[in-house]
């Protein structure tokens, strides 16, 4: 791709040849990317109160994968034992550079700066959390059964736009069964609402009642329960562009399991060569089809925990389905900021579907975006 873009984009004559590579290196990246498994390493750092790292810890520890499991556990530990600190290390260097007794070293060090617990007494007894693991496995049965046909087979998935601004004039018991439900499938949020709307009350409020059967007296509901929010898109998107919107944290997010169910984009920036010019298609092809191929191999295996696993495989263009609940504010601010131009395309096309949502069902509010076009062909040597 990098070989491509050169071809198309030529170098200017005030731009130094290092900077021009790495811009179109960049480029090519953004293509490239959709190739990344989801067993990618990154990095995250966070600012956080002790009670919402309890939460936090206790939630980590119900996860269904392994490495999120331990990585509550580390978590758990790190804010239970002495703060890390380099000045008391050098200290103790220094120390043992003399003929001090170490008992008397490690006595004079604790006087001087003594080890700081961040948060021993709330995180220390952390424990995976019952009620979420419990309705996670009952509220996933419950809409294994309701999704069926009429020859009790999995109901199909029907097509579905990539951002779907949801009506705002729901009942909201439907909503709040239909939200229980949405992150243990992957319906369409529309699809899978006809459904709960179709049952009789009283089967609704069971659905309703399964997510509150095993709430502790400290529990707090289940994310699926913070409804009533005036914009709801249900997104569906590569798992690259939803890390970048899964940022965004003044809104309240239903994530659904990551799958091939959905398929898999393919990268198209305007103004920028698509696979096929840069003679890339097919390779491009045959390298999703391999890594699904290879999801499903481990999947369907008898590898222990084989379904979580697998969604290790999967690519970064692969589509994945997401629901946002948020407030005008948020929906103009998201819109805004992802779809400036120094933003990844496939995230901006995201953004640019919200604001075109919104507009359609408030065209008054139209004047209030400051929205950059996404189909514009942007200078690719800006970054």
């Known amino acids: 791709m990098f070989e491509a873009l050169k071809q198309t984009v030529p170098c200017p004559e005030e731009m130094k040849p290092e900077a021009y590579a790495r811009t179109?290196?960049?480029?090519?990246?953004?293509a490239a990317r959709y190739l990344l498994p989801l067993a990618t390493n990154t990095s995250l750092g966070q600012i956080v109160n002790a009670r919402t790292l309890e939460t936090q810890v206790s939630r980590l520890l119900s996860s269904e994968f392994a490495e999120i499991r331990g990585l509550g556990a580390k978590l758990r530990s790190a804010a239970s034992e002495p703060a890390w600190n380099v000045q008391r290390d050098r200290l103790e260097e220094m120390a043992g550079e003399g003929a001090v007794d170490p008992a008397a070293t490690a006595e004079i060090l604790n006087e001087l700066m003594p080890p700081v617990r961040t948060a021993p007494t709330l995180v220390k007894y952390a424990e995976p959390n019952e009620y979420l693991m419990n309705s996670r496995k009952e509220l996933a049965a419950a809409a294994a059964a309701l999704m069926r046909d009429?020859?009790?087979?999995?109901?199909?998935?029907?097509?579905?736009?990539?951002v779907?601004?949801?009506?705002?004039d729901e009942d909201l018991e439907v909503e709040l069964a239909t939200s229980l439900l949405y992150g243990c499938c992957h319906y369409s949020y529309r699809q899978l609402r006809g459904a709960v709307a179709a049952l009789p009350g009283t089967r609704r409020n069971e659905l309703l009642k399964l997510g509150t059967t095993h709430r502790g007296r400290h529990d707090e509901l289940l994310r699926a329960f913070h409804s009533g929010h005036g914009f709801r898109f249900d997104i569906l998107m590569d798992i690259g562009a939803f890390r970048d919107m899964h940022r965004h944290r003044r809104c309240v997010q239903l994530i659904?399991?990551?799958?091939?169910?959905?398929?898999y984009e393919e990268p198209v920036c305007p103004g920028q060569p698509t696979l096929a010019e840069a003679g890339l298609d097919g390779a491009y092809k045959a390298a999703m089809d391999a890594a699904h191929a290879a999801y499903r191999a481990l999947r369907d295996s008898d590898e222990p925990e084989a379904a979580h696993s697998a969604q290790y495989l999967l690519p970064m263009g692969t589509r994945c389905r997401a629901m946002f609940k948020m407030d005008f504010a948020e929906a103009l601010y998201i819109a805004?900021?992802?779809?400036?131009?120094?933003?990844?395309?496939?995230y901006?096309?995201?953004?640019?579907?919200?604001?075109r949502a919104?507009?359609?069902r408030h065209p008054a509010l139209k004047g209030m975006f400051r929205i950059e076009d996404v189909h514009v062909p942007v200078d690719l040597l800006k970054r």
């Open 256 to 263: 659904q399991e990551f799958t091939d169910v959905h398929g």
């Open 150 to 162: 009429a020859e009790g087979n999995p109901a199909p998935i029907y097509p579905a736009p990539v």
């Open 358 to 360: 919104v507009v359609a």
């Open 336 to 346: 805004e900021l992802r779809s400036g131009i120094a933003g990844h395309f496939s």
């Open 348 to 355: 901006r096309l995201v953004a640019w579907e919200m604001y």
């Open 164 to 168: 779907d601004l949801l009506d705002d």
């Open 24 to 30: 179109l290196k960049a480029r090519a990246f953004d």
